[in-house]
């Protein structure tokens, strides 16, 4: 018997969007998609990038369904399904943000 609970079989939901935010009825529209997503068990991992961890091929594809069902009319929407082996050879880089120095003053020198 297959174990249940492999890196092979548990997948990743990864959502990631552009939505038009020009007018109110956008923002709100995008809002929503957002909230949406956060209430279906999707975490943020960027601003337009989601993403969610389904035990299995056949809960992701339930989930899938449920985005296909709440798409905004305008923007462009992505989804993929990965596994969790895929998904966890994912590398990340995170820089330091640079603060922006103070202007450097001219000192003066009384002798």
């Known amino acids: ?30 809002s929503d998609f957002r909230k949406r997503l956060l209430i279906d068990g999707f975490t943020m991992f960027q601003f337009s990038f989601y993403v969610r961890h389904c035990p299995s091929y056949e809960n992701a594809d339930v989930h899938i369904k449920r985005i296909k069902n709440m798409l905004p009319e305008e923007g462009q929407i992505g989804i993929l399904k990965v596994t969790d082996k895929q998904f966890g050879e994912m590398e990340l880089f995170v ?9 450097v003053c001219q000192q003066l020198e009384l002798f």
């Open 1 to 30: 018997m297959e174990n249940r609970f492999n890196q092979y079989r548990i997948m990743w939901v990864l959502v990631f969007f552009d939505l038009p935010t020009d007018t109110k009825k956008q923002r709100k529209s995008a």
């Open 95 to 103: 820089g330091e943000m640079k603060e922006s120095l103070p202007p």
